[in-house]
């Protein structure tokens, strides 16, 4: 596609539900990246999957965050027993070099635990 | 911690006044980026700077970059009131993951 596109780009669900967060990156892209960004703050790194390479978990907070990426495209960001803690905007990113080309960002999915 | 700090918070400027915004960071880089966010969601890349590089511009925008500082700065000449946005500064780190910091945020006056 033209761009990365990400679904839903609202999510409201109650505390203790999963929730499964879908990016789908721009074509030929092998770098893809997830971020969350609580209200007002920076970007936190979360995961980053690069071609066929094992990802990059780093970041995941706990073992409730996992995340899959199929195919060398579509990935998703799967959060287990959600905390009110976990609302925040989780953004997608991918990219074909990023030292040289940079992110390139979806819309984002805001999620909002009640 | 490698992320960029972007300095100040917040700035106000009036329709036509010129905007500067800085980012200082702690380790060596190869490369530092900045990207403006509107309303929260996605961010747009708008310049890549090499450590090689002292000053990029990209139409009414002007990067520099001084390594020795470890510190750049974003200049939007002319500002628009379509300017209002965050503004983040990236660095890289390891395994091409890069730093955001928490952002200046922009408010341009029509």
């Known amino acids: 596609g033209a761009g990365v596109s990400q679904s839903p780009s609202n999510k409201v669900t109650e505390k203790g539900k999963d929730v499964e967060l879908r990016c789908d990156p721009i074509?030929?892209?092998?770098?893809l990246y997830w971020y969350r960004q609580s209200l007002g703050q920076g970007l936190e790194f979360l995961i980053y999957f690069q071609g066929n390479s094992a990802p990059d978990k780093s970041g995941l907070p706990s073992d409730r965050f996992s995340a899959e990426r199929t195919g060398g495209s579509v990935s998703t960001l799967t959060i287990q027993r959600t905390q009110q803690e976990d609302s925040a905007v989780y953004l997608c990113?991918?990219?074909?070099?990023?030292?040289?080309?940079?992110?390139?960002f979806g819309s984002g999915t805001r999620l909002t635990i009640v | 911690s490698q992320q960029g700090e972007e300095d100040p918070q917040a700035l106000s400027i009036q329709e036509g006044e010129n905007a500067t915004m800085n980012c200082s960071y702690k380790?060596?880089?190869?490369?530092l980026q900045w990207y403006r966010q509107n309303s929260g969601r996605g961010l747009v890349h708008l310049i890549l700077?090499?450590?090689?590089?002292r000053e990029k511009h990209s139409g009414r925008l002007r990067v520099t970059l001084d390594t020795s500082k470890k510190s750049s700065s974003l200049l939007i000449t002319a500002s628009r009131a379509a300017d209002t946005a965050s503004y983040f500064c990236?660095?890289?780190?390891?395994?091409?993951?890069?730093?955001f910091g928490t952002g200046t945020s922009l408010t341009v006056i029509p």
């Open positions: 380790t060596s880089i190869n490369n």
């Open positions: 074509s030929g892209h092998t770098a």
């Open positions: 990113a991918s990219s074909l070099t990023p030292t040289f080309y940079g992110y390139t």
């Open positions: 700077i090499r450590s090689n590089e």
């Open positions: 990236a660095t890289d780190g390891a395994g091409n993951q890069f730093y």
